[in-house]
């Protein structure tokens, strides 16, 4: 049962990430239309900017999901592999706070 939960997180987080990164190319491609219709065709596009800040708050929180996940933040702690034990110990209590403290506020 722990493990079914697992994946299912997995596949959530990782659904997340990919419709965040969708969403980064829509912005990609609207963005430099809203450009061309202002400046080149002198008719300014009204939904570009708007759709454009509405998917970066989504995307930020979507986002939001990936330094939460337990394989994702692993990177944080390798300089402290080869560490004194206490140094271990301080590195990963300052880590994990960094990491817990903006998830709470959320």
Do not use: Q
């Amino acid at each position: 049962m722990k493990e079914l939960y697992f994946r299912a997180m997995d596949a959530i987080h990782n659904a997340c990430l990919f419709v965040a990164g969708a969403f980064l190319v829509i912005i990609v491609l609207i963005i430099p239309y809203g450009v061309f219709t202002r400046y080149v065709l002198n008719s300014a596009a009204s939904w570009p900017e708007p759709l454009a800040i509405l998917l970066m708050i989504v995307i930020s929180f979507l986002y939001d999901l990936a330094p939460g996940h337990p394989g994702i933040s692993d990177h944080y702690g390798r300089p402290c592999l080869f560490a004194d034990p206490d140094w271990r110990r301080a590195h990963r209590f300052v880590r994990d706070r960094t990491l817990l403290d903006p998830e709470v506020l959320l």
